[in-house]
Each structure stands twice: as structure tokens, then as C-alpha cells.
């Protein structure tokens, strides 16, 4: 375990510098000038030469890509206006727009990223496994075909449409529920939750319908393995042949599956951060690239990016302690 945990982590390590090259070189080295980006359309050729020193514009490539690289790991002293200003690590630069660090802008926006994330992953690990075990338990019967209906309509509903559905059902007909408005946490618990409902089923709903049909043919494929049989042939009893033997096997993958989805959520939740004005790292990403931030955009790539590597190494060690059978090397 111990060496396959070292391996993993050097091959992550690999991944993630090859990401922060290819990230650095995308939007520092190709065509467009980060000087002119950083000092605005009103400067003269003066001031965007003071700021491409001030960025150390003027140094080699691999010069600049060293600085920052050792920013994100150790900080990086700037040079402003008024003096040095030190951005402690891990440190992606000044934003252009507003000359925060923009580990600050993202710190204030991870949470509600997080509480997206999390809640939508409740919400589509409770459905998605449930009508994907009840679909394989009644299989052929009516139940199946009207949750497997439900499932190719979940899966072809992007999640502007669910939401919208969503808005327009509990808050406008019914008036179950107010207009979502972010509050955190941390302010008030209860007015959280109720304003991160619709948000969490939108999400969760369309990502549901992938772990249903997962789970049902992971289901089904282990209900006809050897073993099975031969547990059926001892006349051990259907409930807890399926509850100690062929769901545990039945439900790996699944695991697997939601650590890397839930890595991937930091990534894919903008539509659902603007539909619902939640202040995430979607909308950031959204109003960093229109304004061609490019401090911002690139430190968003890259720390979605090192998650969604971190989230595939917690995928395969869950996936070997929920089946035995699996060998980690």
C-alpha cells in the first residue's frame, strides 16, 4: 500500500507540473500581452513597461515559469505602487481587475463551490444507487421500465432546463420555497440549507441518472457471477445474499466513480452557480474570463485541475477497500 501511495503520488506530481506548464504556457506565452492585460486599455507605453517589470515580464520564459512555480509553493514578493507586497502560498499573482492575491478570491469563494459539490453528491449517491437497485431488483417487471424512462430523461435534461423547471415548480407555483439567495453556512445554518436545495437537486438530479444505470448493471453483473450462484446453491437468502455479498461488490465502482465526479464538480458547476447566483468559483471563472483576468483564469485551471488528479487516487483507494478482490500494485 505504501509503495502503490508513493507511485501514485509521484505520477500526480508529474501530472500536476505537466497541467501548470501547459496552463502557464496557454495563457502567459501565447499571443496577447499580459502587461497590457494588467495595466488596462488607457495606458501609455510607459506604464505598461513599469508593469512588465513589475510582473518580471521582461525575464526569460523559464525564468517566469520558475517564479511561478515557486510562488505556489513557497510565495512571491511583488513589486506595486505603493511598495513589495508579498502574497503568501500558495500565491498565483494579483488579479488585474482588483489587485487582491487571488488565493484570497478563491478561499471566498470555495465555500459555496463546496457546499454545492457536497450537497449535490447526497443527492445524486441517495437517488442515483436507490432507482438503480430497484431497477435491478425488478428487472423486466413495469417498475423498470418506468425508472429506466426516468433515467434517459434525466440524462438528456441539461441542468439550465432542470433548474429552471425547479425555480418555476416550488417558487413561483408553489411557493414552497423562497428565490435562493447564497447565505453561508457559517451565518445561518438553517437559511443555508433551505437556498441550496433547488441548486443541490439541479445538479444532482442530472448526475443521478449516471449512478442509476451504473448501478443497476453493476447490480446485475455481479448477481451473475460464480460465487453468487454457488452462495444461491447453499440456499442463503435473497436479502442477504444481495446485502452482505452482491451489493458490496455491486457499489465499487460506484464509489470510484464519486470521488472523480466529485472532483470534477469543482469544474462543472457553473451553470449552476449562475442559474442560482451562488458566489462560487463558477462565477468567477465566468467574470474572470470576460474580463481577461488572467491571474484568476489560470489559478482556477490549475486548482481544479490538481483536484480532479488528488480525487482519482482517492477513487482507486476506495474502489479497492469496497471490493477485496481488487489488488493495489
Known amino acids: 500500500m505504501i509503495g502503490y501511495l508513493l507511485r501514485r503520488a509521484l505520477g500526480a506530481l508529474v501530472v500536476v507540473l505537466v497541467l501548470t506548464a501547459v496552463v502557464y504556457a496557454t495563457f502567459y506565452i501565447a499571443p496577447g500581452d499580459p502587461a497590457r492585460l494588467a495595466c488596462g486599455p488607457r495606458c501609455n507605453p510607459e506604464q505598461i513597461a513599469q508593469v512588465r517589470e513589475q510582473l518580471s515580464l521582461n525575464d526569460p520564459v523559464y525564468v517566469q515559469y520558475w517564479h511561478f512555480l515557486q510562488g505556489i509553493v513557497t510565495g512571491h514578493d511583488y513589486s ?22 487571488v488565493t484570497d478570491l478563491l478561499i471566498q469563494r470555495l465555500p459555496a463551490t463546496a457546499s454545492l459539490a457536497a450537497g449535490a453528491m447526497v443527492v445524486w449517491l441517495v437517488l442515483g444507487t436507490g432507482t438503480g437497485l430497484v431497477s435491478a431488483l425488478r428487472r423486466g417487471g413495469a ?27 416550488f417558487c413561483a407555483y408553489l411557493q414552497w420555497l423562497p428565490f435562493p439567495s447564497y447565505v453561508a453556512l457559517t451565518d445561518d445554518p438553517e437559511q443555508w440549507a433551505w437556498n441550496m436545495l433547488l441548486p443541490w437537486a439541479a445538479l444532482g438530479l442530472q448526475e443521478s441518472a449516471k449512478y442509476a444505470r451504473l448501478t443497476r448493471s453493476s447490480l446485475l453483473e455481479t448477481l451473475a457471477e460464480d460465487h453468487i450462484r454457488t452462495f444461491r446453491a447453499y440456499g442463503i437468502g435473497e436479502k442477504a445474499l444481495i ?3 452482491a451489493l458490496r461488490g455491486a457499489l465499487a465502482p460506484v464509489i470510484a466513480l464519486t470521488a472523480a465526479d466529485f472532483g470534477s464538480m469543482f469544474g ?10 451562488l458566489p462560487g468559483i463558477g462565477q468567477l471563472m465566468v467574470g474572470a474570463t470576460r474580463t481577461i483576468d488572467l491571474p484568476v483564469v489560470v489559478a482556477i485551471v490549475t486548482v481544479t485541475g490538481t483536484v480532479v488528479v488528488l480525487a482519482g487516487i482517492v477513487a482507486d483507494l476506495l474502489y479497492a477497500a469496497a471490493d477485496r478482490r481488487v489488488v493495489l500494485r
Not at 418506468?146 to 441542468?159: E, M, S, Y
Open 268 to 277: 462543472n458547476a457553473i451553470l449552476t452557480e449562475m442559474m442560482f447566483g
Open 80 to 101: 506595486t505602487g505603493t511598495g513589495t507586497l508579498h502574497c503568501d502560498a500558495p500565491c498565483f499573482g494579483l488579479s488585474y481587475q482588483s489587485d487582491q492575491q
Open 243 to 245: 446485502g452482505r455479498h
Open 143 to 169: 417498475t423498470e421500465r418506468v425508472l429506466t424512462w426516468l433515467t434517459l430523461a434525466g440524462t438528456a435534461t441539461p441542468v439550465f432546463l432542470s433548474g429552471l423547471g425547479l425555480l418555476m415548480l
